[in-house]
Every structure is written in C-alpha cells, then in structure tokens.
C-alpha cells in the first residue's frame, strides 16, 4: 500500500510495478487479510470554503430562517444550514418564496446513514437566478421522522417513495408511500449501512 | 347506435409495458381509460433496478466510473465526467486543460449521438420509419470513433478521476474534424426529414403540454424543461471545466409540448457540434493527468456537483469519510425526475398519443432505476 501511496511521476513505468507489489496481498489467507475499508488519509482535509456568491446566499438563508437554523457552512457557491424536523417546511416554503432567493426546483433528496442517525438533505435550485443551497436535518436512527414536502414540490414525491423504500425514512403527510423500485415483497431497508451487502462470499 | 344513460359505465384499465417497444426499456404503465381518453396513469419503475448507489459504497473511487457508464448506457460519457468532477473537486485536483478539451469534445459528440438516437426512435414512435435509419448511420460515425478512442462503443471507462485514461490516437483533430462535416450534413439531413413533416406536426404539436411553473416544480431540467421556455442550462448558468471558453445558444421552446421538446434537442445537436469545433480550434498540446496518487483518497467531506446530461441535469452528491470508497453516494438522474411528470402530461390525453408523450420525455431506464 505504501507503494501506492506514492506520487506517481510516470504512471506507464511505475504501472507493473504496483502491481507486483500488490500480488503477495491477494495471495494472504482470508484471516489475516486487512479490513475491507482503508485507513483513513492522514492529510488535513482542506476546509470547505464559501465564496462571494455562496456567502451572500448564506446571508439570505440566515436571514429568513435564523431562529431554526442549528448549523451552517458550505462549499463554493452552495451553502447548507441544518434545522430541526419541526421546522422543516416553514423553512422550505421560505427558501421557494422568497423573491432573491427564489429555489423554486427540489433539485435532489437523498439520505445518508450515519449509523446513530440519518440525515436527509435536500438540494434547492433556482433555475432563474441560478441560485443553490442545501438543507439538512439530522433525525435519531431509531425514529427516523421527518416532515413531507409533497405539499411544496410535485418533485418530492417519487423521491420521498424512493427514500422511505431504501432507508425507512418516515415522510409524515405524504399520501403514498408504497413500494417505488424493490420488488414485491422486499424486506429490509437495504440503503442502511445495517443492511449486509458488501459482506457476500465470492465463490 | 342508440345511446343508454341508464347503463353503468366503468373506466378500462389497459396494462402497458414492461416489454412493450415503445417503452425503450423496461417501462412499464398502467393506464386508465374511457373511451379514447386518458383518465389517469401510474407509472411502474424498477425492473433494472440493480443498487447502483449501494454497489458504489463497496468499490473504490477508481472503480466506481464503470458503475457511472451503466446508469445512463447512451451518454456514458456524460456520467463519467459528472463523478470525476465531484472527486476533483473533493480533492481539490486541478485537471489538466488538454484533458478537458478532450472530455469536453467526447461529451458533446455523446449529446448529438444519444440525440440521434432520440430523434430516430421517436419518429418510430410517432409512426415514421424512415429517419431511424438516417439517425443510427449518423450515429455509427460517432460510435467508430469512440470504439478508436477508447477501444469500446458503449462502457468507456475513460474519463479518469483527474483526467482521461490515455491520450488519444494521433489522428484525432483531423477525424473529428471530418466527422463534423458528416454529422453537420446527417443531422441536417435528418432535420429536413422530420421536422416540419405535417404528419409529425399533428401527432406532436399541442400534445403533453406542460407549463414552466408545473416543469419547474416537478424538477424537470435538460430540453424537457428548456422546451417549456425557461432557458436553464448548467453549462450556462454555473459552467464548468472549458464552457466559459465557448460560446453557443441554449435553444429554448414556446408552449411546451412534445414537438418543442424534440426541436429543443435537434437545435442542442447543432450547437454541441459548434461547441466541438471551437474545442479543436483551442485545444493545445499538454499533460492529461496531473500528479496524483494512484488510488484517490478523497478527505472526510461531502461536495454536489452537476452537470448537463442529454436528458437533464444529473446531480452527484458525494459523501467521503476519507477512505478509498465513498461513504454514500447519491445520483440525481434527469430521467427519473422527468418520469414524473409523465402523470400530468398524459391527463386527458388521448390512448394513441400516450407513446408520443412517453417518447418526448427521452427516459433511459439504467439511469431512472439505477
């Protein structure tokens, strides 16, 4: 692995090499092969950085949502702010009406496991101004509940289906959260880091 | 025949797909109907649902561009470049520009032939037989030079994370430029063919129409949103890698409907072919990776990038936990978003025309059930 971790200058010369290198760690009995995930790197990530365009889209969403925003911070031109469930639709009815910021396209939902708790973030887009922004909500593993925006986006529907298909998210107030992609019959929330499925045997 | 206003009538409910041909793929609906007329539909996905999302958490970063190639199989190149982009960005990795020209090139060549491909199904769809056959010789042009640059026809995997995989073949420009000349005359070729056909004008004109605000709030983008009249287009509105250093025109329609979103996409075809001709023009010799180390280990952090698909706007929201494979990994695809749609548009629609609608909406089902 140290080899690898390398700057590469030629990549054709050094390209055999690397893989020579790799052979002895195929060939490792299964237990003392080394953990399916690598170590972490070491660098210090970066931060993320908002700039001119991101900050002044921070300062709209602080504006209009101060009193529930828990966290923000951001990346380029796409800030985030994180609120509690309660809140989530005055927050997302303000961010689609107001006249600067005008998000009026759900651009994106997804959720994303982080074992204690899932988060739902969703990714708003103006396609007149052209502005971007993100909101977060961080709700407990055990009750993952968070509020239907079926009321403000015709695009949230299909896409709270899919989420509460994979994840088992709970989308309070949609009106129809059958089965969207599995098959009939499916069991089990299989976008959940609980659910094994990078743990098959090859044969 | 005399009319009984005492007799119970019931709506028919008419199963369509998933092997139906006009499905282009495996799509299926189920439609209610009285009469001629359409009284409500539902949409059926998930027949080549394959866990793309999840796959992506088990590869590493490297590996997951061959996942990206079998999301949307007619713009592979498209999705390669949209991942590699949001790992740059996590990594903070300045492509190479001769890498970009050269992503850029492919890209658009992939919009005019999965246009093409468009164009000739959809005509099937609406009953014409003959431009298939135009649009797919078209098309093989396009597909020789990917099979020259890439060794493959469809699943590249060349768009690597910081550049592309290898340089191309010595006879690139001037091939390219040779099959600009072809392709400006083929798809002309197949404009004149098309798209003032009377016939074509009455099965599309006036047909699914959909507003800029309903578009907007059922999260269409690419042409099915241009086609509504608002001008949104990634390359314009937040461009990336060489799109500020082009200029073209982002076609936009008048009322919406299928024939406008089918012009949308044949004008696009003709400013991606600009667009390519004033890469060639730019293009200057230079590295295509830049120094890197060989298995991308992006740090802890998450990053949204998009960019403009054939079919829409795909969005990748990145999640990494500083380890060689993504910790999640979330797609937007255009066509699953468009697919919503499809709903209002075919509302009292008429049975014949509920082809011609799903067809305008151009859905590739690898990218609507990933």
């Known amino acids: 692995m140290t080899e690898q971790d390398k700057p590469v200058s030629e990549p054709e010369e050094s390209a055999p090499e690397g893989a020579a290198d790799e052979t002895p760690q195929v060939e490792a009995p299964a237990s003392a092969r080394p953990a399916r995930r690598a170590p972490p790197h070491e660098e210090e990530a970066p931060p993320e950085v908002l700039n001119s365009r991101g900050q002044t889209t921070l300062g709209l969403l602080m504006r209009i949502a101060d009193p529930y925003v828990l966290a923000h911070g951001g990346r380029d031109d796409i800030p985030w702010i994180e609120t509690r469930a309660q809140s989530l639709i005055e927050v997302a009815r303000r961010c689609r009406d107001h006249r600067d910021l005008d998000l009026k396209m759900l651009h994106c939902l997804l959720v994303v496991d982080y074992t204690e708790h899932l988060q739902a973030v969703y990714v708003l887009l103006s396609p007149v101004k052209g502005t971007r922004a993100i909101l977060k909500v961080n709700v407990p593993a055990d009750e993952p509940k968070v509020p239907s925006l079926t009321g403000l986006w015709r695009a949230a529907d299909w896409y709270e289906r899919e989420m509460h298909e994979l994840f088992g998210m709970e989308f309070e107030g949609h009106p129809n959260l059958s089965p969207l992609i599995l098959y009939e019959g499916f069991e089990g929330y299989p976008g959940l880091k609980s659910f094994p499925f990078n743990d098959y045997n090859e044969f | ?370």
């Open chain 2, 1 to 370: 025949m005399t009319t009984h206003p005492e007799l119970e009538t019931v709506d028919m409910m008419l199963n369509m797909g998933p092997q139906h041909p006009s499905t282009h793929g495996v799509f299926r609906m189920v439609l209610w109907i009285d009469g001629e007329r359409i009284v409500d539909m539902e949409p059926h996905i998930g027949y080549l649902h394959r866990g793309s999302e999840k796959l992506c958490e088990g590869e590493s970063y490297g590996q997951v561009v061959t996942l990206f190639d079998r999301l949307d199989y007619v713009s592979n190149f498209n999705n390669e470049q949209v991942f590699c982009r949001a790992v740059e960005r996590l990594m903070d990795i300045e492509v190479p520009e001769r890498a970009m020209y050269i992503r850029t090139i492919l890209c658009e060549l992939n919009r005019v032939a999965s246009h093409l491909l468009f164009l000739g199904t959809y005509a099937l769809d609406a009953g014409a037989m003959t431009p298939v056959l135009y649009a797919f010789r078209e098309r093989e042009r396009i597909q020789n030079l990917y099979e020259a640059v890439s060794g493959a026809r469809m699943m590249h995997n060349f768009i690597r994370i910081g550049g592309i995989k290898e340089e191309v073949p010595a006879d690139f420009v001037p091939r390219v430029r040779q099959l600009l000349g072809e392709l400006r005359r083929g798809v002309e070729e197949c404009d004149n063919l098309l798209t003032f056909n009377e016939v074509f004008l009455a099965r599309t004109r006036g047909v699914g129409v959909i507003d800029s605000d309903t578009a907007v709030s059922y999260g269409l983008t690419g042409p099915c949103l241009r086609a509504s009249g608002l001008a949104y287009d990634v390359r314009k509105d937040h461009p990336y890698e060489i799109y500020p250093n082009v200029s073209f025109t982002v076609p936009v329609g008048e009322y919406g409907d299928c024939w406008d979103r089918y012009w949308v996409r044949v004008q696009e075809a003709y400013q991606s072919l600009n667009i390519v001709e004033q890469c060639l023009d730019q293009m200057t010799e230079g590295p295509i990776m830049p120094q890197m180390r060989r298995i991308a280990r992006p740090p802890k952090g998450e990053v949204y990038v998009h960019g403009e698909n054939p079919r829409g706007d795909i969005g990748v929201y990145l999640v990494s936990d500083g380890t060689d494979k993504p910790y999640r990994l979330k797609v937007r695809p255009p066509s699953y978003c468009n697919l919503t749609a499809l709903r209002h548009m075919m509302k009292d629609a008429f049975i014949a025309d509920a082809v011609v609608i799903l067809g305008s909406l151009d859905i590739v089902l690898g990218e609507v059930d990933r």
